[in-house]
């Protein structure tokens, strides 16, 4: 069973439409969580970090975080043809101070112009 | 933003034969990653390194494989012999500190015929 689940598997959003990911764990341990983006041919690159409950954004990028229900969103405004890409949710766990990823299986995001 | 560097960016190798993967991390960083990315698949986890030692490993972090970091030079992992299920791309990631942002290379594309 993945711990990290990501959906959906892929999204279509017009240019300058909002496009929402979604991330759920089934680990209570996961207390950190980020949102990474992998271009094709490239490493992932992290996006923001979320670790306390409620909204953290950061210019068009938006993380919404309920450590209650263990769900993760991210919220893209504005979306560009250069977001087109793959996006990771990734969490980690407080009991270890070396920091293992668990990353989800992605959400294929597309923006058509 | 940061950059990690990975050296070679493909390696084609016959099964059996050692490779070695080499990776610059951030310069002022001081914990170590490498994760697994099989075609398709998400990114797993395979080992993290801090001070000189292996602190975590995966199940998929076989015998075969080793890490190192000789005189704060390139951080290695080494496959010897390689198995045609080594093949996949390899990342390298680096952090400052263990619950940090990990920030990753572009991958070394290993194929093992």
């Known amino acids: 069973q993945q711990k990290v689940q990501q959906s959906p598997e892929s999204l279509s959003v017009p240019e300058g439409g909002m496009a929402s990911l979604n991330c759920t764990s089934s680990d209570r341990n996961f207390q950190y969580f980020w949102w990474y983006r992998q271009h094709s041919g490239e490493g992932p690159k992290a996006l923001m970090?979320?670790?306390?409950?409620g909204d953290k954004k950061e210019g068009r990028f938006t993380a919404h975080l309920n450590k209650a229900s263990l769900h993760v969103s991210l919220h893209i405004r504005d979306s560009q043809p250069s977001d087109s890409a793959l996006y990771f949710c990734a969490a980690s766990g407080a009991s270890s101070s070396f920091s293992k990823l668990v990353f989800g299986q992605g959400t294929s995001l597309s923006v058509v112009p | 933003g940061p950059k990690v560097l990975q050296i070679p960016s493909h390696q084609i190798i016959d099964m059996g034969q050692m490779v070695t993967l080499n990776c610059d991390p951030v310069?002022?960083?001081?914990?170590f990653y490498w994760y697994k990315q099989i075609l398709g698949q998400q990114m797993e986890f395979l080992v993290n390194?801090?001070?000189?030692?292996?602190?975590?490993k995966s199940k998929l972090f076989k015998d075969q494989f080793s890490v190192e970091r000789p005189d704060g030079s390139y951080f290695t992992l080494k496959i010897q012999p390689t198995a045609l299920e080594d093949s996949a791309v390899y990342f390298c990631a680096s952090s400052l500190w263990g619950q940090d942002t990990q920030y990753f290379g572009p991958g070394t594309r290993l194929l093992v015929l």
């Open positions: 390194f801090y001070n000189g030692k292996v602190m975590e």
């Open positions: 310069s002022n960083h001081l914990y």
């Open positions: 970090s979320i670790f306390s409950d």
